[in-house]
């Protein structure tokens, strides 16, 4: 311990710093989780690699060692990772389970022909299984993937359909993750955590909402239910990252908000919502009800067109917002990469070591399950 103290020290107050190698900061890394075990982050290799992973060279210890160069005059130009990164909603894949009947490519015209004119919902859902692999091809074609929506419309009106298709691309145990393991292992971590970051009158609502029971949350007026406002919290302790010179500033948790959920009163147009939207965002939810915590349906905002979420809780709604980037292969908004990262990676367990993270990340990673 003695040695990482004076190491940062030197770090401080050296103007001739110079960046010590990769030996030494995967020393540190390992004095680190040495020390203290319950920083160990269970799902990599070492357990050491978010303070500093050897392989890419990433980790908490390179994000300190570069700021301090950037406020050195004799600051030395930082090498860039050598690994590369595969995972995410936007990636190829192959999908966990096979549909039993291979169309031919005219097969597959006639079968979306057929669902756009039938009110069938089980002749809906069959087709839209047969006509997966077809679907998947569109998704991966930039030319192609902004029309999904348009060849396959009963997405908008069939609810269960973005469930049906993350079944297919990742097999039931992954799909029931984020419902089983949020309320049991998450939740109630995230508000303890978040009781540590610095308070402000929005936190603390957050924090109020999320710790209310569904009685309660009924019964108040102010704030989402607990669910939303357990979601909301995750992306205070995991905020958005700069977006770079071009975009000087951070934008706050709270500002990032809006990218994530958006609230409308009860008897809005959502035409009217839909038509407003002036630039390509990424996917979001639309809560609609009388209030915050009384939400009588939610929909997924995609390419200006509103997706029906098929229940009304607040956790099984971004559930599904969250699949849906890998049904139609969205990529996460800026502003929420990092959070969503870590759904990715800890609570559905997807891609684990194909993405990058950033340290936040993987420190609250070994918190939560340690």
Same mark, same amino acid.
Not at 294 to 301: F, G, K, L, R
């Given at each position: 311990?003695?040695?990482?103290?004076?190491?940062?020290?030197?770090?401080?107050?050296? &103007?001739?710093?110079?960046?010590? &190698?990769?030996?030494?900061?995967?020393?540190?890394?390992?004095?680190?989780?040495?020390?203290?075990?319950?920083?160990?982050?269970?799902?990599?290799?070492?357990?050491?690699?978010?303070?500093?992973?050897?392989?890419?060279?990433? *980790?908490?210890?390179?994000?300190?060692?570069?700021?301090?160069?950037?406020?050195?005059?004799?600051?030395?130009?930082?090498?860039?990772?050598?690994?590369?990164?595969?995972?995410?909603?936007?990636?190829?894949?192959?999908?966990?389970?096979?549909?039993?009947?291979?169309?031919?490519?005219?097969?597959?015209?006639?079968?979306?022909?057929?669902?756009?004119?039938?009110?069938?919902?089980?002749?809906?859902?069959?087709?839209?299984?047969?006509?997966?692999?077809?679907?998947?091809?569109?998704?991966?074609?930039?030319?192609?993937?902004?029309?999904?929506?348009?060849?396959?419309?009963?997405?908008?009106?069939?609810? *269960?359909?973005?469930?049906?298709?993350?079944?297919l691309l990742f097999g039931e145990k992954t799909t029931s993750k984020l419902l089983e393991r949020w309320p049991t292992t998450f939740m109630h971590k995230v508000i303890q955590q978040s009781k540590s970051l610095n308070s402000s009158q929005a936190l603390q609502d957050l924090i109020d909402c999320a710790e209310m029971t569904v009685k309660e949350n009924e019964i108040g007026d102010a704030g989402w239910n607990s669910d939303i406002a357990s979601i909301l919290l995750l992306l205070h302790l995991i905020?958005?990252?700069?977006?770079?010179?071009?975009?000087?500033?951070?934008?706050?948790?709270?500002?990032?908000?809006?990218?994530?959920?958006?609230?409308?009163?009860?008897?809005?147009?959502?035409?009217?919502?839909?038509?407003?939207?002036?630039?390509?965002?990424?996917?979001?939810?639309?809560?609609?009800?009388?209030?915050?915590?009384?939400?009588?349906?939610?929909?997924?905002?995609?390419?200006?067109?509103?997706? &029906?979420?098929?229940?009304?809780?607040?956790?099984?709604?971004?559930?599904?917002?969250?699949?849906?980037?890998?049904?139609?292969?969205?990529?996460?908004?800026?502003?929420?990469?990092?959070?969503?990262?870590?759904?990715?990676?800890?609570?559905?367990?997807?891609?684990?070591?194909?993405?990058?993270?950033?340290?936040?990340?993987?420190?609250?990673?070994?918190?939560?399950?340690?």
């Open positions: 311990m003695e040695v990482l103290q004076e190491s940062n020290r030197g770090l401080k107050t050296k &103007p001739e710093f110079t960046s010590p &190698p990769r030996n030494i900061r995967e020393m540190y890394a390992q004095g680190i989780v040495a020390l203290f075990p319950y920083l160990r982050d269970p799902y990599t290799k070492n357990g050491y690699e978010h303070y500093y992973d050897p392989q890419s060279g990433q *980790g908490y210890l390179t994000w300190k060692i570069k700021n301090i160069q950037r406020n050195s005059a004799s600051s030395e130009n930082c090498r860039r990772s050598s690994q590369s990164f595969s995972g995410g909603p936007t990636s190829e894949r192959e999908a966990a389970s096979s549909t039993d009947v291979i169309l031919t490519e005219e097969q597959c015209r006639e079968a979306v022909s057929l669902m756009k004119h039938t009110s069938e919902v089980d002749t809906i859902k069959i087709k839209m299984k047969e006509t997966f692999q077809y679907r998947r091809k569109m998704i991966q074609d930039p030319n192609r993937s902004t029309d999904v929506l348009t060849e396959f419309p009963r997405f908008l009106d069939v609810q *269960g359909l973005i469930e049906q298709d993350f079944v905020p958005p990252s700069p977006q770079g010179r071009k975009r000087p500033g951070k934008m706050s948790a709270s500002q990032a908000e809006k990218h994530l959920v958006i609230f409308k009163k009860a008897g809005t147009n959502i035409q009217e919502h839909l038509d407003s939207i002036e630039e390509s965002t990424q996917p979001y939810l639309l809560a609609m009800g009388p209030k915050k915590n009384s939400i009588h349906v939610y929909y997924i905002i995609l390419d200006k067109k509103a997706i &029906p979420c098929k229940s009304v809780s607040g956790l099984s709604a971004f559930d599904e917002l969250f699949k849906a980037h890998f049904v139609f292969g969205a990529s996460y908004s800026k502003v929420l990469h990092n959070m969503y990262t870590f759904v990715q990676t800890t609570v559905f367990q997807i891609d684990i070591g194909k993405v990058k993270e950033c340290p936040r990340v993987a420190e609250l990673r070994a918190r939560f399950l340690r």
